[in-house]
């Protein structure tokens, strides 16, 4: 088992040629006695979950509160409007991201990655790098592979819940997997992959957690979509042979202690940030009435 | 290992869930599952205390159908779950909620449950810590620490001596593994909880011979 990133990077370097997914598939079947079998099966149902979700998201309708949906679809007409000012890949991810979240706001089956209100960065990424680097079938359940070990251990020495860590654990940690897992799919060492992780949580650090009414619509969805674009920006940092001056462990330390430090009104409980503004108040009243 | 708050890549990829909150409406939905589970049937009436950030924001995330649907038998990926409310009150159960915004649980997401079916009732305090991910913190009255993240036997018994003996004898017969143990009781010669973590998914066999003990209430396996 990895207790840090730097002992994820070592023994994925040593024992795997470098090879996270490898190292996290190995770490698995120790940590919980499935056969490599199931471990395979299990998340390739994930990936199968996660993909459907970025199609089926892709829609006009409505939440039942009214507050998000329809936003995909109209970065999906300005995409095919070719006339973009960004590039073609980060705006497809920042698509699908909220394609993803308006799924998710209206009750549909996602995957939570890491949790469900920033199930959309992860999937949003995936789905761009099946594109641009056409990955197979194995390298895409590779892709989940390596994510899922960085969120293990930011995870395990922060939070991955935004009650206790504010969005910085959720969007940030989202954001940072998705970005690691993009720089070893396109060639990236391990290394360069956790200074992507670094680059993301750097810059959500201390990310409050405040949903408007308490539903997992604004900003969840826009935060998840600018959130898969950061993955992307990351990631190209991280290729490009760029570090991190702070240790990717002190800074996964920092988002702990910043989080440890939110007063509660910023840890999902609707009682700060944009759920304080008038308008977010008044949202709430016209959506419970009180 | 066991400090670690997340031991599999499932807990950070997954689970697949209906929507909107991994936390406040899957993580809902796995606490009435145990509940469900070790309760093993549909309760006449129950009663919901939420704390903290569950009482804060639960209509908002589904949390009071997410429960519901948990104590109903469903699992995380029912489409049925936003229809939870409905059918508990087809099925005629009378279900009460205690709101306790103000209140000093100490972990944000924290929901108590107490289940009642004529004679038989139960409690059970579940934290959902994130992802989906829960803890279960107290049941009928004991104080356990459940992460429910590997195989786990749950054991109602009558406090009587050699009950112990008996349950790991057979997990011996059938080369079960135990990593972690726990018993707990009301009073001397009550009813206690022996819950027993194991190392082996594949212990319906003895979970069977387990039942054939005399004194013993039930048996829950959760993998």
């Known amino acids: 088992m990895f207790y840090t990133i730097k002992e994820l990077v070592e023994q994925a370097d040593s024992r795997f040629d470098g090879n996270i ?35 089926n998201g892709l ?51 996602v995957c939570a990655t890491p949790t469900a209100g920033s199930a959309g960065c992860l999937p949003a990424v995936l789905s761009t790098a099946i594109d641009k680097l056409h990955l197979s079938e194995k390298e895409q359940v590779d892709f989940l592979f390596t994510a899922g070990a960085f969120g293990l251990v930011i995870g395990n020495n922060a939070s991955i819940s935004g009650a206790e860590g504010g969005c910085q654990a959720e969007v940030g940690s989202a954001s ?29 650090l201390g990310l409050i957690c405040d949903p408007v ?25 991280a290729l490009a042979g760029i570090s991190s001056q702070i ?36 949202l709430s009243q016209e959506i419970f009435g009180h | ?22 936390s406040h409406t899957a993580g809902a939905v796995r606490i009435g599952k145990i509940v469900n589970s070790i309760f093993g049937d549909i309760p006449e009436e129950v009663t919901f205390h939420l704390f903290n950030s569950f009482a804060k924001t639960y209509q ?50 924290t929901a108590k449950i107490t289940v009642k079916k004529g004679q038989k009732s139960m409690s059970i305090t579940g934290v959902s810590i994130g992802g989906g991910n ?56 009550e009813k206690a909880i022996m819950i027993i973590e194991v190392d082996s998914r594949d212990c319906q066999d003895a979970v069977n011979r387990i039942k054939e003990i005399p004194h013993l209430h039930n048996v829950n396996f959760f993998d």
């Open chain 1, 21 to 55: 997914a490898e190292l996290m598939i190995e770490t698995e079947i120790e940590l919980t006695g499935r056969s490599r079998e199931e471990i395979l099966y299990i998340m390739s149902r994930n990936l199968e979950v996660m993909k459907a979700s970025v199609v």
């Open chain 1, 59 to 109: 829609t006009e309708s409505k939440s039942i509160s009214g507050l998000t949906g329809g936003d995909a679809v109209k970065m999906d007409q300005y995409l095919k409007s070719g006339k973009t000012l960004s590039d073609k890949t980060v705006l497809t991810a920042v698509r699908n991201a909220m394609a993803v979240n308006e799924l998710n706001a209206k009750m549909g089956l």
């Open chain 1, 176 to 204: 940072a997997m998705g970005a690691a897992a993009l720089v070893k799919a396109a060639g990236g060492t391990a290394f360069e992959a956790s200074q992507a992780v670094a680059f993301v949580i750097k810059n959500l």
């Open chain 1, 213 to 237: 009414a308490g539903l997992v619509e604004v900003p969840c969805v826009k935060r998840n979509a600018l959130g898969a674009s950061f993955a992307l920006v990351a990631a190209d940092m």
């Open chain 1, 247 to 282: 240790p990717v462990d002190e800074v996964i330390d920092a988002m702990y202690q910043v989080g440890a430090s939110l007063p509660t009104a910023f840890r999902e409980t609707a009682e700060g940030g944009l759920a304080a503004t008038p308008t977010g108040r008044r």
């Open chain 2, 1 to 22: 290992m066991n400090h670690l708050k997340f031991q599999s890549v499932f807990d950070i990829i997954g689970p697949v869930m209906i929507g909107p909150s991994s």
């Open chain 2, 60 to 109: 908002g995330h589904g949390t009071d159908k997410a429960l519901v649907a948990g104590i109903l038998g469903m699992d995380t990926d029912n489409p049925d779950i936003k229809d939870s409310l409905e059918i508990a009150h087809q099925k005629g159960i009378r279900i009460y909620w205690d709101i306790l915004k103000d209140s000093n649980a100490p972990h944000p997401n």
């Open chain 2, 134 to 189: 829960i803890e279960v913190t107290e049941l009928n009255g004991f104080s356990v620490s459940l992460k429910m993240n590997t195989p786990t036997l749950i054991i109602v018994h009558q406090d009587i001596p050699g009950m112990i003996a008996k349950v790991t004898d057979i997990l011996s017969d059938y080369h079960i593994n135990i990593a972690q143990m726990n018993v707990t009781r009301e009073r001397a010669g």
